[in-house]
């Protein structure tokens, strides 16, 4: 394993210094990035592809806006504080976030992928001195313990395997503060009439293989074990026949939210559930949270790469 891939890092590519830049420290970019999300991320095609909002809102099946706007909604407005926005977006979700911040606020993007930070540059006013576009891992973030109000994934978890979805979810936690809230928008199990049931179930085999995980297990299943002492939820709804999920969490301690959340006809106060032991999920690969990431390997075929074909760490 490289340096760069076994410590948290994470380089600061703020705005002004973005077009024609490069980070100084090349972070290794995950495997499973390389192997099964290469033709959306990664491939030097990927984004001008992807960034289109008809596109986004398609794949989404015309739930882009109003997901987004449930995500926002949950963060409040303005929004103040230091608020820290896991993997950048295809689509206005960050401009959106960002028109609503406060005038002293402060918002950092982190994502792996310089190719993507680059991106999410453009989409945003030049030179805003309260947004930081920031080169890092979700489940090695660099940042002190309880240092963000607010923390944003936008659909980020069921692209992970499971030993990085659960070392990103632990950050988000950490880096939390007492009170603070994390906001989780991301697939879920649909209603057993669901119609796109069959359809969602092809994509995912084909494009998307941990993301039937999110069909499987709730997310309380990938929390860490200490949870209930840390954390609790404050709302869940379903979206669109459940296929989608806005999970929101906040760290205990100093906070007084009772529960609320957006009305959107689908919204279920949850208390926080416990883990399940992994072992004793039948196909559930139950591995320990990994804090770092192997290296990336070469790679020969770039299609149909099986979840359990990456190792932990990946
Ligand atoms: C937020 S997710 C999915 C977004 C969604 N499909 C969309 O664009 O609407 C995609 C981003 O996550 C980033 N990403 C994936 N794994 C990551 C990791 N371990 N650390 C940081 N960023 C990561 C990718 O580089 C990509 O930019």
Known sequence: MDDAADKPSTTDLSLPALPGHHAT???????????VYWW????????????REWLVNTILFGNYARLRDLALAELGEPVSGRTL???????????????????????????ILPVQLSNLAKK???????VHLLQGNSSAIAAEDASYEQVLMFFLLHEQPESVRRATLAEALRVLKPGGKLVIVDYHRPVACHPLRPLMRLIFEKLEPFAIDLWHHELDEFLPPETPALAQTLSQQSVFGGLYQIRVLTRTGECTNSGRSADNGGHVPAPHRSLAPPA???GFLGRPAAHGLAP????????????QDLAPGD
């Open 25 to 35: 420290r090349r972070l290794a970019i995950p495997r499973y990035l390389e192997q």
């Open 280 to 282: 004793a999920r039948p």
């Open 296 to 307: 990336v390997r070469p790679t020969g075929g770039r299609g149909g790469v099986a979840a």
């Open 40 to 51: 959306a991320y990664v491939h030097p095609r990927a984004v001008e592809t992807f960034e």
């Open 124 to 130: 945003l006013p030049k030179a805003d001195p309260r």
């Open 85 to 111: 926005q896991v993997a950048c977006v295809y689509g206005n979700l960050t401009p959106r976030l960002l028109q609503r911040l406060a005038p002293e606020a402060r918002l950092d993007v982190l994502d």
